[in-house]
């Protein structure tokens, strides 16, 4: 089996190209990224740099693939930041390639990164398979504009495509502080490091969760699946710990950390960040996805 990353060198891309080459059922691995970056040292990588807009880089990465992860694109703000940008990465480069797919090589499975951007906000308690889907940001918006496509695609046979909605994916060591959310992976690296850290939401404030290494899994798993079914676009399974238990799981890790945690919440980012409902992920939980398996496995997972 062949499988090609998209975005090889990102934070999921660069762990689930680690991943890949752990295998030995993989027979062959091709990896490409924009920028220059470092992939691991295996007999059955290939490694790229291109944009994957560009149809010469884009076909030589799928050529003979018979999965491909699409990880590439314009994150959160960035997105809002610069449109036109987003919009040629997140939309043209994205439908171009699953049309590459769709006309040369229908059979080969695609796995779309999506995000929970594509709910409303604030969410329903519970969300589910069900919940309605109205996203606010430009981001959440171009992202469901793909799954509809690639669900589209599907249904009709043209194309065996699945869009995942991963949650919360920690622990990005140096995340962008201009991001409203790098507090959460500040966390896990702070203590590991025995930095202090103030917190802009409460103990008691709650979030969706899942390792790096878990995502990285999920994500590989889709890409092996034999069969998939009619639905073919989900939220991945996360946990759903409060800010205190993180904090608690982080001491246990590392007991020997000096780092002084404080809490001093923000409503506008506890509205974002600390106020998540109930998730409930029947499709993903079926087809055999999973969460870290409690709030100490996320830590050992997100910073090994």
């Known amino acids: 089996m ?24 993989i027979e062959a691995i091709a990896l490409l990224d924009q920028a220059p970056f470092a992939a691991p040292r295996d007999r059955r990588v290939t490694s790229r740099v291109g944009d994957f807009a560009d149809p010469a880089a884009r076909d030589a990465a799928l050529d003979g693939a018979d999965a491909v992860i699409l990880l590439a694109a314009i994150l959160g703000g960035a997105a809002e930041t610069h449109y036109a940008l987003a919009r040629r990465v997140n939309v043209d480069a994205a439908l171009d390639l699953f049309e590459h797919v769709r006309a040369r090589a229908p059979k080969t499975r695609l796995v779309f990164a999506s995000t929970i951007a594509v709910y409303s906000h604030p969410m329903p308690d519970p969300l589910t398979d069900e919940t309605p889907l109205a996203p606010v940001m430009v981001y959440g918006a171009q992202k469901l504009m793909m799954e509809v496509a690639l669900s589209n695609f599907a249904a009709r046979g043209q194309l065996d495509g699945v869009s995942l909605r991963p949650a919360g994916i920690m622990a990005r060591d140096g995340a962008d502080a201009a991001l409203k959310s790098a507090f959460m992976s500040r966390l896990f690296w702070s203590v590991k490091r025995g930095e202090d850290v103030t917190l802009p939401v409460a103990p008691e404030s709650r979030a969706w969760m899942s390792s790096i290494e878990t995502v990285a899994s999920n994500f590989i798993h889709a890409a092996k699946l034999p069969e998939i079914g009619p639905n073919r676009a989900f939220t991945l399974p996360a946990l759903s710990p409060t800010f205190g238990e993180v904090v608690e799981a982080l001491k246990r890790r590392f007991p020997a950390s000096r780092s002084t945690i404080a809490f001093a919440p923000e409503p506008d980012v506890v509205a974002l960040f600390g106020a998540y409902p109930r998730l409930e992920t029947v499709t993903a939980d079926r087809l055999g996805f999973r969460c870290d398996a409690d709030v100490d496995a996320l830590v050992a997972n997100a910073v090994s």
Do not use: N, T
Not at 3 to 25: K, N, Q, S, T, Y
């Open 2 to 25: 062949k499988i090609a990353v998209i975005g090889a060198g990102g934070f999921v891309g660069a762990r689930v190209a680690a991943r890949l080459v752990e295998d030995p059922a």
